[in-house]
């Protein structure tokens, strides 16, 4: 059986709470991701995705220079890495996620991406 720890990824994006809209989109796209970790030390506050950027965007002229914690999801959900691959990708279609941390202990030790999981069942 597969599990998120055999594929997540651990080179996280993070940002601060007090990171901008544009700050985080900006580390996002240097980097082709989807998604960004908002972080406190080692405390996950919340995550910020390509779809906040849009909806920060679409809905404030001036979005761009306000911080990410009026557009994260706040306390997001997490896994395990011992969750099998087939039960996230569940999870993650049945409640609309494109990304879920993975945490081990309270501490976040990776994400994955539904395109992560996808390939893996494909593979």
Sequence with gaps: MTTLGDIMAT????????????E????????S??????????????IFTERDVVRALGQQFDAAGLGVSEWMTADPMTVE???????????????????????KDGKVVGIVSIRDLSAATEG
Excluded: C, K, N
Aim: glycine residues 10%; without cysteine; proline residues 5%.
């Design 24 to 31: 985080a989109a900006t580390v996002m796209g240097q980097r």
């Design 81 to 103: 890495p011992d969750t099998s691959v087939s039960d996230a990708l569940r999870t993650m279609l049945d409640r609309g996620f494109r990304h879920l941390p993975v945490a």
């Design 11 to 22: 080179d996280l994006i993070v940002v601060g709470p007090a990171a901008t809209v544009a």
């Design 33 to 46: 991701a989807g998604s960004a970790l908002v972080m406190d030390g080692e405390r996950l506050l919340g």
